[in-house]
């Protein structure tokens, strides 16, 4: 990661306990600054809770307001949370009920009914309050798929007293940070303050998890695996669900309820079970209060699931910091071999340029087309030009914090593309003593594949996703990568589904190879990664020298826009946009019908997806 320069860097030793017993310059934390506090724990936030101002501080999730608040309450500061159910009005009335200095926890969103509050009390320019962005590296982190944040971010750029802190901070892109004559601060500590990390290099993460639980006895385990369906696959592999508790967001708790025993959207000391499991939204921001050393497990399942990515700067750093005065045994538990595509930060760069360009020359276009169809098409093209389209807030704004996620996600997943380059990443940070272990487990039996003449029947599907699982338990060897690249010839596609979309999607799917070719063009979409999925997914589901009803054309076209979020009404003279075609009129059950032939492709070279 590039580090900025520190415009001021202040030491502390190891009985520094709290932040308040840092020197002045720091504490009260000053404004216009960026705090990279190193170490977590040291509690910057209460500083603030009782520092002699009022103060908004916004935090990236609502089980961490609640949480930040319930502790605060408990400690006899009256401070308010606001999030999803609480309203401007109760906001207004708590900023007129305290005399003195208002303290109020917030999610990016809750923010801006704090800002209709202030104005309906007549503070139109937020006087007054101190905006505190706390776990801010979540800014950029989930900068791509929080529009929450985005909007959070121009509401901070409004107060004239603000602050962003973290222990892991990204270093942000946006110009105003300069214009506003930003601060860049370091703490850091003179002591010996190196986590100890043990990464497991494996070919199989279940037997990993079972053999490590076996070997490092705890009486509590902790387990960080950003995918559900990959905690499920563990709980259920080693039959555990009775002594295990899930947390993760409300929205997930809600839908897996009758999936796991004990699932819970906000934390609680009481809720701990022997094994317990949490997905990113418990990565950062609250304490785990427990009286023993536990064992800490970290999981990336690349061929399981992609967005478990581990950064070793942000999210392991923040991960053992939830463990307050203890000794964690902390295991990284990864299979780094798997396939990622990072490009270098230039050639992204390149990517966002060039990609501007483009769209910048299509808009001109746009404005100068006269036919309500062209202007139609040349939208979609607009959207087609990645990386630049999807750095594009809601309203069309060039927002600097997706580019920073775009550059962000292709440097973590760099680190994934060998086994040595994660090491090195983990010690490049300087926080982590790392010890590195690879664990391979051997297979007795292979499954081979059945060579029918329909490569893609469900039989083959079924057999080939069932050779993968065992294949995998033999990773590093000759015969694997022997069989593999048998694979990959022979089933190209659902090589690739097996490892971007996962076992458990594919069985959803109903090892149906047509909604897997779908599931997959989507997934581009959402990485950005292909700006003609929804051509290819039109391609894949009309045929040539077919002749089809306008009204069916209608039906398709709109099915298809609807599961690629394309924002267009559908109709049939659309079709013309991807199809050269011939329209006639034809009886068709005694009734008059407008029919069209479908007689070639317009942008024959993405027609050969279909095909694979």
Request: with cysteine.
């Amino acid at each position: 990661m590039n580090l900025p320069e520190y415009n001021l860097e202040v030491f502390f030793s190891k009985d520094t306990l709290h932040y308040t017993d840092l020197p002045s310059n720091v504490n009260p934390i000053p404004t216009d600054s960026i705090i990279y506090k190193t170490i977590t724990g040291i509690g910057a936030t209460y500083s603030e809770v009782i520092a002699e101002r009022n103060s908004i501080i916004v935090l990236p999730h609502i089980s961490i307001v609640k949480a930040k608040h319930k502790l605060h309450r408990e400690l006899g500061h009256d401070t308010l949370a606001v999030y999803g159910e609480i309203t401007m009005n109760q906001v207004k009335d708590y900023i007129e009920a305290m005399p003195l200095r208002k303290k109020i926890f917030t999610t990016p969103a809750g923010l801006e009914k704090i800002k209709l509050a202030l104005i309906a009390l007549g503070n139109h320019k937020c006087e007054g309050y101190f905006l505190l962005l706390d776990e801010c590296h979540k800014q950029i982190m989930d900068a791509q798929y929080r529009e929450d944040m985005l909007k959070c971010m121009e509401t901070f750029f409004e107060f004239n007293q603000k602050a962003m802190i973290s222990a892991t901070p990204v270093p942000p892109s946006d110009p105003r940070f300069i214009e506003h004559n930003f601060q860049h601060v370091k703490l850091t500590p003179e002591y010996d303050h190196k986590k100890t990390i043990r990464l497991i290099h494996s070919n199989s993460i279940v037997d990993s998890v079972e053999y490590l639980m076996v070997e490092e006895k705890s009486e509590g385990y902790f387990i960080f695996f950003n995918s559900i369906n990959g905690i499920q696959n563990i709980v259920e592999n080693l039959q555990i669900n009775s002594e295990s508790a899930l947390f993760c967001s409300n929205e997930n708790s809600f839908t897996y309820k009758d999936v796991f025993n004990n699932v819970y959207s906000e934390f609680d000391h009481a809720n701990l079970k022997k094994y317990n499991f949490f997905t990113s939204s418990f990565y950062n921001g609250f304490d785990i209060n427990i009286d023993y050393d536990p064992t800490v497990f970290i999981i990336t399942d690349l061929g399981f699931a992609q967005h478990s990515i581990i950064d070793p700067y942000t999210d392991a750093i923040q991960i053992i910091g939830r463990f307050r005065d203890r000794k964690c045994n902390t295991i990284h538990i990864n299979n780094s071999s798997k396939r990622t595509t990072p490009v270098s930060e230039l050639d992204a760069i390149e990517r966002i340029n060039l990609s501007k360009q483009i769209y910048t020359f299509v808009n001109d276009l746009k404005y100068s087309a006269t036919s309500g169809p062209i202007v139609e098409y040349l939208k979609q093209q607009q959207q087609r030009t990645t990386p630049y389209a999807t750095l594009l807030t809601r309203s069309g704004q060039f927002s600097y914090f997706k580019q920073d996620n775009y550059l962000n996600e292709q440097r973590i997943k760099s680190y994934y593309a060998a086994s040595w380059l994660l090491k090195q990443s983990y010690s490049d940070t300087n926080l982590f003593l790392v010890k590195d272990d690879p664990m391979q487990f051997d297979a007795s039996t292979l499954v081979h594949l059945s060579q029918k003449t329909s490569k893609y029947s469900r039989v083959n599907i079924i057999k080939y996703v069932e050779s993968l699982q065992v294949m995998e338990l033999i990773d590093g060897t000759e015969e694997y990568y022997n069989y593999k690249e048998q694979i990959r010839l022979f089933l190209p596609v659902l090589h690739e589904a097996y490892h971007r979309l996962g076992i458990y999607a594919i069985a959803d799917l109903d090892y149906k190879i047509k909604p897997i070719k779908t599931a997959l063009l989507k997934l581009d979409k959402i990485e950005g990664s292909n700006s003609n999925a929804l051509i290819e997914a039109i391609y894949m589901d009309f045929n040539l020298n077919v002749s089809y009803t306008c009204e069916k054309i209608k039906l398709k076209l709109a099915k298809l826009y609807d599961a690629f979020d394309h924002k267009m009404t559908a109709m049939a003279p659309q079709i013309e946009h991807y199809f050269h075609c011939k329209f006639s009129n034809r009886k068709i059950n005694g009734v008059w019908q407008r029919v069209c032939l479908l007689l070639d492709y317009k942008f024959a070279e993405l027609s050969k997806y279909r095909r694979n």
